[in-house]
């Protein structure tokens, strides 16, 4: 992959901190949108980001500063109180609500437990008219995708935790869309499964070109999938920096136990540490 913008970096040199400068078309972009809820809580302050094609862009900071409620404004299923968001259609017209096509992936996966397998991941499909002659096979495909073949007809009592979120993903993928956004899948799973998850998504991303928000708590798991991690702090939210993490695609199990990875954390943290040490803005 190239980046214009990429920083190489000698050791113990201090990692690249950026303020979100782009060198990839944008998917999305977020103009100064701010959140007040009716109760008057300010969840975000005015926020600009820009997403770019093919960029896996993680959100981390503490509870409360505005995670899902950016994801959300994203997603079109709250409206900013000021600002705007702002698709990019095929052609690079800039559009407002038209022309969004996203999957979005939940903490809990939310599957219907009287359905089959095949059935929670056609839901979309179904939802959209496809007719099920066309339908069939691409569930199939979207199950050997998440590595979950040979479990289509299972019911999702039968599967482990880890397996419903593959299939939870499998479902937002059905429709191939422009943008998935993903808020903390992994945060109820054991660190071994959500490692594997990990490893597995970093390798449909990158095989998929998938655009990708990511929420997540975890520093280890921010450096190990992002092309950018994005910290935010709260009240009222909003982003104090952006780090780059220029790494080899698709990573590895490999990178997880490299010096590099481990200056990433180190330097991750100290901003979170940082951020949560600001003092309070009215
Ligand atoms: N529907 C809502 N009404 C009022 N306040 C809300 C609503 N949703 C979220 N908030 C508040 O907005 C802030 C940001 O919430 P959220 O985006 O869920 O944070 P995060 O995902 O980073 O933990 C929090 O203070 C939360 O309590
Ligand atoms: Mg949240």
Request: charged letters at 20%; hydrophobic letters at 40%; glycine letters at 8%.
């Amino acid at each position: 992959m190239t980046h214009n913008h990429l920083l190489v970096l000698a050791p113990n040199k201090p990692l690249p901190v950026q303020s979100g400068a782009l060198a990839r078309a944008p998917v999305v972009e977020v103009l100064s949108a701010e959140k007040i809820f009716p109760n008057g809580t300010r969840a975000l302050a005015p926020i600009d980001l820009t997403v770019g094609a093919g960029e896996f862009l993680t959100l981390i900071g503490p509870s409360g500063c505005g995670k899902s409620t950016l994801l959300k404004l994203i997603a079109n299923l709250i409206e900013p109180t000021d600002g705007r968001i702002l698709w990019w259609s095929g052609e690079f017209h800039k559009v407002e609500t038209a022309g969004r096509s996203l999957g979005f992936v939940f903490q809990d996966p939310t599957l219907m437990p009287w359905a089959r397998v095949e059935s929670n991941v056609r839901l979309p499909l179904d939802l959209a008219g496809v007719p099920k002659s066309e339908s069939g096979e691409r569930v199939r495909e979207a199950l050997a995708r998440v590595g979950l073949e040979g479990f289509a007809r299972h019911y999702p009592r039968q599967l482990s935790g880890g397996m419903k979120m593959r299939v939870s993903i499998a479902r937002s993928l059905i429709t191939e869309p422009d943008l998935l956004l993903m808020d903390e899948p992994f945060g109820a799973l054991d660190e071994f499964t959500r490692n594997r998850l990990d490893t597995d998504l970093v390798r449909l991303w990158w095989e998929r070109k998938l655009t990708t928000m990511f929420v997540t708590h975890s520093i280890y798991e921010a450096v190990f999938l992002s092309t950018r991690v994005v910290v935010m702090g709260a009240q009222p939210g909003r982003i104090c920096r952006i780090m780059s993490i220029d790494e080899p695609q698709p990573r590895e199990e490999g990178f997880r136990n490299s010096l590099r990875f481990g200056e990433y954390c180190r330097a991750l943290s100290a901003s979170l540490t940082e951020v949560s040490l600001a003092p309070l803005q009215a």
